[in-house]
């Protein structure tokens, strides 16, 4: 493959958004920041360039990343911060993607602002497994906080209640002309009567998953998390935080302007959450008068568990013989998982949290504590202390594993407890949503895989009838799967990426409070299995 060079400076950049101006933490300057293309099979080189005020990571979503954690990016789990004034170059190796993913910052919350698309195009001299289309448009939904996102988060941490929500909601960095002071800044995505587009939608929204869908078009589904799948056609998608969409969207409708718009799926918990809407326009390129009303979209409502099901219930694998499916059959280690919201003793006792207690979260009751160095470097260094591998693989018996479990499991564990997995082998986690503190639907991504969704349901996981509803034929291979609400989701994957693997709930406050955990997948025997050499320079773990 080819090999790309990019240049990311990290750089503080002021922008007006909601009638006000703010510094944001940016690369390039640019909100959404700049996109990388490539083909499958080609590597990238970023060279980043950290001229902010604290020290960040850079993650490339869903890049697989073979036998080369080092370029992982999440912070202290495959390095240590690139300080202020110095630089880190990542090597971001595609193998076996195809499609849309992104890249985001992965410190803290600083993926708020600092966050673009990934486009990776067929391999040279091959083509998509549908007609070519005639452009492509990218689409990326993100957050927009009035507040500094660092001084949310901390607060809320150290409050231990429930960050600010969000002001608005983004397409492209610009809230919308439903928002005050956004109309002249809505984004526009100009189009030609007639032609074909791939449009890739990436949702980098902080906390909340979307329903997505654009004026009296139709919306033909043909991608996912960059592995192609059986083409849906339908009116609206729902996409969750961390997914990627490739949609053909044909121009075929009278010249006009159109909105596509989305807001929150919020499966009905009651959690607080940002309900706005945002928008953007479709605007056809030729002579015509200015429509006095513009056609907006029908998205279901927030609460509509059924249309958010109808859409994913029908998602499978493309399986054809150029891309082809390679779910394990043979399973050796099986890891059943709870999720949940829980509470943490107040320090002070008098936290904003439920009882005068501090919000924590956890998989399996273990609450994922951050490092203060990272994980890699400990593991391929031999280093005690910084993490243990007892990571449970399965939740403890007051869990009974089921989602209606009552209070008395309210304060989990706390540690960096890890999983560890020889190479090779045929790995299946059975997440199990519970309803502890709030029952939500959770996003749960893992670094340096893709993996099939062989089976979903609502309830509880029954371990007869459920493994029994199991899809083998063609299960969608993703990187992120949102877990219904009270409900299990099985994912399937060959462990065969040795390395330190983050895993962990991509909605960002779950994630803050330690719903996470780190895979560490063992090497192989030959030189082709084991993990690389670590580049000549990583980012050093203390400042001075
Ligand atoms: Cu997009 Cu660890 O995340
Ligand atoms: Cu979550």
New binding site residues.
């Given amino acids: 493959g080819a090999i790309h060079y990019y240049d990311f400076i990290v750089q503080e950049t002021n922008f007006t958004r909601l009638c006000s101006t703010k510094s944001i933490l940016t690369v390039n300057g640019t909100l959404p920041g700049p996109t990388i293309t490539v083909n499958r099979g080609d590597t990238a080189f970023i060279s980043v360039h950290n001229q902010g005020y604290n020290g960040l990571t850079i993650?490339w979503?869903?890049v697989k990343q073979p036998r080369n954690p080092w370029s992982d990016g999440?912070e202290n789990i495959t390095q240590c911060p690139i300080q202020p004034g110095t630089n880190f170059t990542y090597e971001v190796i595609f193998s076996s993607e195809e499609g849309t993913l992104?890249w985001?910052a992965?410190s803290d919350w600083t993926?708020a602002t600092v966050y673009g698309a990934i486009v990776i195009l067929p391999a040279a001299g091959t083509t998509y497994p549908f007609a070519t289309p005639d452009a492509h448009e990218t689409v990326i939904l993100g957050s927009w906080f009035k507040g500094d996102v660092m001084e949310i988060i901390e607060e809320a941490l150290s409050t231990g209640g429930d960050p600010n929500i969000s002001d608005a909601f983004t397409i492209n960095g610009q809230p919308g002309d439903l928002y005050s002071c956004s109309n002249e800044t809505t984004y526009r995505w100009m189009v030609d009567y007639g032609k074909t587009y791939l449009l890739r939608v990436i949702n980098a929204v902080m906390n909340e998953e979307q329903f997505f869908a654009i004026a009296n078009h139709n919306l033909t589904v043909v991608a996912q998390d960059a592995a192609y799948i059986k083409p849906i056609t339908t009116s609206y998608i729902m996409i969750t935080p961390?997914q990627t969409m490739d949609i053909l969207v044909t121009a075929n409708q009278p010249p006009s302007h159109y909105y596509m718009a989305s807001h929150p799926f919020m499966d009905g918990t009651g959690v607080s959450h940002n309900n706005s809407t945002t928008t953007a326009i479709v605007q056809y390129n030729g002579n015509y008068s200015t429509p006095s009303t513009t056609p907006f979209p029908t998205l279901p409502l927030e609460a509509d568990n059924t249309a958010a099901d109808n859409f994913t219930k029908q998602i499978r694998a493309l399986a054809s013989k150029e891309h082809p499916i390679d779910v394990p059959l043979k399973i050796h280690s099986r890891i059943y998982m709870t999720i949940a919201i829980n509470e943490r003793i107040c320090a002070n006792s008098s936290c904003k949290g439920p009882n005068g207690n501090a919000l924590s979260a956890s998989l399996n009751n273990v609450s994922f504590v951050i490092p203060s160095v990272d994980v890699l470097q400990a593991y391929y260094r031999g280093n005690n202390g910084v993490y243990r591998t007892s990571f449970p693989n399965k939740p403890p018996n007051t869990y009974n594993y089921t989602g209606d479990v009552g209070n008395n499991t309210i304060y989990p564990n706390f540690g960096t407890r890890v999983r560890m997995i020889k190479y090779g082998e045929g790995v299946e986690i059975i997440f199990q949503g519970t309803n502890v503190i709030a029952p939500e639907n959770h996003p749960m991504?893992l670094?340096g895989f893709s993996f099939y969704l062989v089976g979903t349901g609502s309830g509880n996981f029954n371990h007869t009838t459920s493994p029994k509803t199991y899809n083998l034929v063609d299960p969608p291979e993703v990187n992120?799967i949102a877990v219904p609400k009270n409900g299990w989701a099985t994912i399937r994957f060959k462990a065969d990426n040795p390395g330190v693997w983050?895993m962990?709930c991509?909605l960002e406050r779950h994630?803050s409070w330690g719903m996470d955990t780190v895979l560490i997948v063992r090497n192989g025997k030959t030189k082709e299995t084991k993990i690389r050499p670590p580049p000549a320079y990583m980012p050093p773990c203390s400042k001075s």
């Fill in positions: 993650h979503h869903g999440p992104w985001h992965h993926r961390g991504h670094h992120t983050f962990h991509h994630s």
